[in-house]
């Protein structure tokens, strides 16, 4: 069973940045075919953000191109995403989450088993 658990948000000025952490349960072998970063407005739908396949390949919502960076460290079965140049619409909860496959590894697959509880990101202008 995938356990995943966010930290890293938090409240910041328009412009400033954050990193997110998505850590995997312990024992897990952090080796899932795909993992990705959601986000979700009050009053809007769960948005795909960013997505990265274990062959490092990387998708990314076109509102984030160029500010929002996906990594990952094996060694810590850690998932980052590191925000900059934040926006006021980028005030959401971000959550992670994960699929072993089959399938393709993007923000527009819509089959994700697991997922972390949230961490809130709120950006004030």
């Known amino acids: 069973q995938v356990q995943l658990v966010e930290s890293g948000g938090g409240s910041v000025q328009a412009g400033g940045s954050l990193r997110l952490s998505c850590a995997a349960s312990?024992?897990?072998?952090?080796?899932?075919?795909?993992m990705a970063w959601f986000r979700q407005a009050p009053g809007k739908e769960r948005e795909g953000v960013a997505a990265l396949a274990s062959d490092g390949t990387t998708t990314y919502t076109d509102s984030v191109k160029g500010r929002f960076t996906i990594s990952q460290d094996n060694a810590k079965n850690t998932l980052y995403l590191q925000l900059n140049a934040l926006k006021a619409e980028d005030t959401a909860m971000y959550y992670c989450?994960?699929?072993?496959?089959?399938?393709?590894?993007?923000?527009?697959?819509?089959?994700?088993?697991?997922w972390g509880q949230g961490t809130q990101v709120t950006v004030s202008s």
């Open positions: 989450a994960a699929h072993l496959g089959p399938g393709y590894c993007a923000i527009t697959w819509r089959s994700w088993p697991y």
């Open positions: 312990r024992g897990y072998s952090f080796r899932p075919y795909c």
